[in-house]
């Protein structure tokens, strides 16, 4: 059998994910690493590990040459905007992860929201993109409610509401001032009232695959208080939806991402190779899209990934090749069956005090045991984000917090809140200057999210 050779692009908690996903297929595989640090978990897959920039597109590729990879997996979205899948394609290495022209669906927001107007996609909110200050204003006003959107890549921080965020139409009016001296635009919105959810597809250009649907929270705090970060926690449950959601917002969400794939081809003549994840929102009027993204979540990835069942290389090569749907693609053969465990899953970020505004670096942090689960897959699984793994002053190894959220903690289990209590157990064996949002996946913040869909849904 031929042993495949894979490129894995990134370092953080999210690479390795699925880095050990890859590494659990029935196919042999020897993995390469390029990243800006080394990651202690992804460090002990790999073969070679190299180091440099995620935007130097000539070392990228020198590396690629030297270890000619079957394909390549992408897993930051800043190397998808700028282009590393254009680069590797031109020296022979395909992707998992889209070409820079389809990757604007999410490094432009007002590209997407334009996108689904051309083409009719049901989703989108009222909206203006606006290169100035003119009529700004104005709109903001005729909105009432509304969420202002920096036009690029801001890792997950560049959204702010009224109400939330921005509590006057002038903190508004500077906010979005602000954004288009940074991107040159930025995009105004309506607000949506609901209950946001994330359904992450397997997309080849021609088919999209759900995986299971997950629900991320973003502020710093117990509570939802604080500020946004880049995700403080995820649960997903058993049977793939989510407590809070009916079988037709699911059907709603997926027929708008299978929309968007095709919508990409007739738009830019490229397939979209990779992962589609759509942000959406359960409204009393439906299903609206938020954002997308156009790689794995972080943390969504820990969520759904380890309760995979089907061999994950397949699936990447079956997304290269365009035959998820089947071998002439768009469903012509039967395609590729993919399945995931019957089972829930609860993450937790263990992050540095003062994260995100002003957070602890360089501190060491020490991991204990973690607790069992009760057979099978069911247990707690370490993915290592911001932290080195270095020697200190007297020569002793250890981990180190590098600023950003430092380990993420998955519980899985039958029912959530058995893998809440995992996730919550495993997250307390982290010791050092850290902290961690105790209610993510919990009955009481889940209940909480039902009631409010209950009251909208008029139920």
């Known amino acids: 059998m031929h042993m495949k050779k894979i490129l894995l692009i990134g370092n953080g908690a999210r690479e390795h994910c699925i880095a050990e996903t890859l590494k659990r297929s029935p196919q042999v595989c020897e993995l390469f690493v390029y990243g800006k640090a080394v990651n202690p978990g992804i460090k002990s897959l790999a073969g070679d590990y190299k180091l440099g920039a995620l935007n130097d597109l000539p070392a990228i590729l020198e590396f690629a040459q030297m270890v000619r990879p079957d394909f390549a997996v992408i897993g930051p979205e800043d190397p998808l905007a700028d282009g590393v899948a254009d680069a590797l394609l031109g020296v022979g290495v395909p992707s998992v992860g889209p070409v820079k022209t389809l990757a604007r669906l999410e490094s432009s927001k007002s590209f997407t929201r334009d996108l689904l107007t051309k ?10 993109t606006f290169t100035d200050g003119k009529g700004l204003r104005d709109f903001l006003v005729e909105l009432g409610d509304y969420v202002v959107k920096a036009d690029g890549l801001m890792g997950g921080k560049g959204v702010k509401l009224s109400g939330e965020h921005l509590h006057s139409v002038d903190e508004g009016v500077s906010y979005a001032l602000e954004c288009i001296s940074l991107h040159g635009h930025v995009v105004i919105e309506e607000k949506f009232v609901g209950e946001e959810f994330s359904l992450m597809s397997f997309c080849d250009g021609f088919t999209v695959v759900d995986m299971p649907a997950v629900q991320d929270h973003k502020r710093a705090f117990a509570g939802d208080t604080g500020p946004n970060t880049g995700g403080m926690g995820t649960y997903s449950n058993a049977g793939g939806s989510l407590p809070f959601l009916t079988a037709s917002d699911l059907a709603e ?18 397939r979209f190779k990779g992962i589609m994840y759509g942000g959406f929102i359960a409204t009393a009027k439906g299903v609206r899209l938020i ?8 943390p969504e990835c820990m969520n759904v990934l380890p309760i995979l069942k089907t061999d994950f290389i397949a699936i990447c090569e079956a997304i290269i090749e365009g035959t998820l749907g089947g071998a002439g693609g768009g469903g012509a053969d039967g395609g590729l069956s993919i399945e995931f465990e019957d089972l829930a899953s609860v993450v937790k970020y263990v992050c540095p005090e003062g ?23 069911a247990g707690v699984r370490v993915y290592f984000a911001s932290i080195d793994a270095r020697e200190d002053a007297t020569g002793e190894s250890g981990l180190y917090m590098l600023g950003s959220r430092a380990i993420a903690v998955t519980g899985i289990a039958k029912t959530l809140a058995e893998a809440e209590r995992l996730a919550e157990a495993g997250a307390k064996q ?30």
Do not use: W
């Open 119 to 128: 083409y009719s996609i049901t989703g989108n909110p009222k909206y203006r």
């Open 253 to 270: 969400a997926h027929a708008i991402n299978q929309s968007v794939c095709d919508a990409l081809f007739k738009e830019t003549g490229e």
């Open 291 to 298: 954002e997308y993204n156009a790689r794995f979540g972080d």
């Open 355 to 377: 994260y995100p505004e002003n957070p602890v670096k360089n501190v060491k942090v020490e991991v204990g045991e973690m607790p069992s689960g009760s057979g099978g897959l």
């Open 430 to 459: 982290i010791s050092g200057p850290v902290f961690f949002r105790s209610d993510i996946g919990t009955a009481e913040l889940i209940g909480k999210r039902v009631l409010h869909m209950k009251e909208l849904r008029g139920a």
